[in-house]
């Protein structure tokens, strides 16, 4: 029989445990959500738990939608991202979920995909495919020296085509590039997705890849995309890299280092109605 209930900070490091163990990169972004609804957003997002016999089999994160300033809705009242171990759970979790509200709900696993795609009122739609490696299938590549790029350096990016990023809101990001000509000719983000688990194990995302048109097809990106790669599997990291569907040229890119693509972004918008008594 499950049970489902409101989370606080003491269940935090058990529910992190769980979605790790349901995988770290289909769950990176909700432990990013989690550990902010259960420390310092929980006024605005709550994190509902689902247990079988006193273990979590499910999660979910929900917050509350306000409108914009500019009166803009989106269409719908709460957003929510979620997990679980099975169609029992993924059950509980979605009852326990607000009544006579649509919700939007992101995931990336394909249990919750084939569950929603048969519950009456929502609508599935996918959107990019998601990449990762694992230390025993990268395929290293090395040419170019790798610098990394910071605002003592930020001249390099004038008469590029890409703006400097905005340092300050960078945190604990990095951003890696090549330079040709005195110009930072190819840039990458690297950045941590979430907290780190209580394994010690962390997500990284690899972003914002982009090569100046004069320098393209020069394996420039192929060599950061490694270098970024290798880096974050040193701090025994996750890597996460990600693409649209149509672009066969960056999935070719990762693939080639080793990448496999373990899941697609997806979202359900679902309408709860409320329950007559």
């Given at each position: 029989m499950d049970e489902v209930t409101v989370a606080s900070k003491q269940d935090e490091n058990e529910i992190l445990n769980f979605l790790e163990?349901?995988?770290?990169?289909?769950?990176?972004?909700?432990?990013?959500?989690?550990?902010?609804a259960l420390n310092w957003l929980s006024g605005r997002k709550q994190v509902a738990i689902?247990?079988?016999?006193?273990?979590?089999?499910?999660?979910?994160?929900?917050g509350r939608i306000g409108l914009s300033p500019s009166g803009w809705n989106p269409g719908y009242e709460y957003e929510a991202g979620l997990d679980a171990l099975d169609h029992?759970?993924?059950?509980?979790?979605?009852?326990?979920?607000?009544?006579?509200?649509?919700?939007?709900?992101?995931?990336?696993?394909?249990?919750?995909?084939?569950y929603f795609k048969v519950m009456p009122g929502a609508s599935c739609s996918e959107g990019d495919l998601f990449f990762t490696v694992t230390p025993e299938r990268f395929q290293q590549v090395e040419?170019?020296?790798?610098?990394?790029?910071?605002?003592?350096?930020?001249?390099?990016?004038?008469?590029?085509?890409?703006n400097p990023p905005d340092w300050e809101r960078m945190g604990e990001g990095?951003?890696?590039?090549?330079?040709?000509?005195?110009?930072?000719?190819?840039a990458?983000?690297?950045?941590?997705?979430?907290?780190?688990?209580?394994?010690?194990?962390?997500?990284?995302?690899?972003?914002?890849?982009?090569?100046?048109?004069?320098y393209r097809r020069q394996g420039l990106a192929k060599e950061l995309v490694s270098y970024a790669t290798e880096w974050i599997l040193q701090q025994n990291g996750v890597p996460i890299y990600w693409?649209?569907?149509?672009?066969?040229?960056?999935?070719?890119?990762?693939?080639?280092?080793?990448?496999?693509?373990?899941?697609?972004?997806?979202t359900s918008w679902w309408r709860r109605e409320r329950k007559r008594r």
């Amino acid at each position: 029989m499950d049970e489902v209930t409101v989370a606080s900070k003491q269940d935090e490091n058990e529910i992190l445990n769980f979605l790790e163990r349901q995988g770290l990169a289909e769950n990176a972004w909700l432990t990013w959500d989690v550990q902010g609804a259960l420390n310092w957003l929980s006024g605005r997002k709550q994190v509902a738990i689902c247990r079988r016999s006193g273990e979590i089999t499910g999660t979910a994160c929900i917050g509350r939608i306000g409108l914009s300033p500019s009166g803009w809705n989106p269409g719908y009242e709460y957003e929510a991202g979620l997990d679980a171990l099975d169609h029992n759970a993924m059950q509980s979790i979605t009852e326990a979920l607000p009544n006579g509200t649509t919700i939007l709900c992101v995931f990336f696993r394909s249990l919750i995909r084939d569950y929603f795609k048969v519950m009456p009122g929502a609508s599935c739609s996918e959107g990019d495919l998601f990449f990762t490696v694992t230390p025993e299938r990268f395929q290293q590549v090395e040419g170019n020296e790798i610098i990394e790029l910071t605002p003592d350096n930020a001249g390099l990016f004038d008469g590029c085509e890409r703006n400097p990023p905005d340092w300050e809101r960078m945190g604990e990001g990095r951003m890696l590039g090549i330079a040709r000509d005195g110009k930072a000719v190819c840039a990458v983000g690297v950045a941590p997705i979430g907290p780190r688990m209580p394994s010690g194990r962390r997500a990284y995302a690899i972003s914002g890849l982009a090569t100046e048109v004069d320098y393209r097809r020069q394996g420039l990106a192929k060599e950061l995309v490694s270098y970024a790669t290798e880096w974050i599997l040193q701090q025994n990291g996750v890597p996460i890299y990600w693409t649209g569907p149509d672009n066969t040229a960056s999935q070719s890119l990762c693939q080639g280092l080793g990448y496999q693509q373990y899941a697609r972004r997806m979202t359900s918008w679902w309408r709860r109605e409320r329950k007559r008594r």
